[in-house]
């Protein structure tokens, strides 16, 4: 099943949300059915490459778990992956409520970590669930920045209840809109306009600070 990767790149932003959104194939997945595992492998295949690729970083100390170079090394650590992420406890862990690409990229991002110290690097035990997968499919480079992440975890620490419930199902749970705004009691469209205030506060307290994203 396993195919040569090609070189480090970028990927084009896409919706990878198809699991959440069809419960049928996310059934067929949790089942085990070869087609299903076959379609989940080929749509992530590039995203795990390029985190293999790429490295990983521990924010809180800056430090930098590099990536895998070599193509034999590459070809195994995502073979590794997959079949973690096949297995019958991770395929039943997945809560189908978010979407499945960062579920699959922590498990990447820990074979990556277990690769690492195997070839004699130590690394904080302590501080491991820090370090955050940038997804390759997301143009979000500049999120990585320790000040960046800074006021945007300011920001939502401050945020009065109405808008916290409402990051909270739609960028945390990644619940669909009409599921959030019935679960929240809102209008779908009170819930878009809460979502808008949402984000339009982010990027004032961006400004505020002089960064720009």
Known sequence: ???????????????????????????????????????????????????????????????????????????????????????????QAYDGLRDYRPYLLTICRNVLIDWTRKRGRELPSAEIDQIPVEDPGEEQAAWADPAVMKIVNEYLAGLPAALAAVHQHRYVLGVSQLESAQNLGLTRQRLRTLEQKLKKGLLKALKKARISI
Not at 10 to 25: D, K
Not at 31 to 49: H, I, Q
Not at 63 to 84: K, S, V
């Open 1 to 91: 099943m396993l195919s040569s990767p090609d070189a480090c790149g970028t990927l084009p932003l896409s919706n990878m949300s198809y699991l959440r959104e069809n419960p049928e194939m996310l059934r067929r997945f949790r089942a085990g059915e070869p087609s299903a595992l076959d379609w989940v492998y080929r749509t992530y295949l590039k995203f795990v490459d390029i985190v293999i690729c790429r490295g990983v970083t521990l924010v809180s100390r800056i430090i930098q778990i590099q990536g895998a170079r070599e193509h034999a090394d590459r070809l195994d650590l995502i073979q590794t992956t997959f079949t973690q992420a096949f297995s019958q406890a991770a395929r």
